[in-house]
């Protein structure tokens, strides 16, 4: 019953900027870690930018300083915050989420994914 839902996704003309969002729902759920992935045709997947619940981050060589990956723990939601995109921007962007339910303690979490937004950069 635990849903990740991307959103913000869109057309933008190289240069510009997008702000993707990552909302966790469930019942009686704690949030861990969360992470943003994309895929485009032809290439391998990648890792933009990853959060732990306590703030820590990671980012993609190829996205450090453009990219950041804010979250609000009150909400269990995460963004991707992306700045002076590039055409190699340009792909479907997945959130996945490390997520564990509060009444069963000792239990490990369990990995969630979205269904991706799309992210279409021009030059």
């Known amino acids: 019953q635990v849903r990740v839902v991307e959103s913000g996704g869109g057309l933008v003309q190289a240069g510009g900027s997008l702000r993707l969002s990552c909302a966790v729902s469930g019942s009686s759920i704690s949030v861990n870690a969360m992470s943003w992935y994309r895929q485009a045709p032809g290439k391998q997947r990648e890792l933009p930018a990853a959060i732990t619940r306590g703030g820590s981050t990671n980012y993609a060589d190829s996205v450090k300083g453009r990219f950041t990956i804010p979250r609000d723990n009150a909400k269990n939601t995460a963004y991707l915050q992306m700045n002076r995109l590039k055409p190699e921007d340009t792909a479907v962007y997945y959130c996945?989420?490390?997520?564990?339910?509060?009444?069963?303690?000792?239990?490990?979490?369990?990995?969630?994914w979205g269904q991706g937004t799309q992210v279409t950069v021009s030059s």
């Open positions: 996945a989420a490390s997520v564990s339910r509060l009444l069963s303690v000792g239990i490990p979490p369990s990995d969630y």
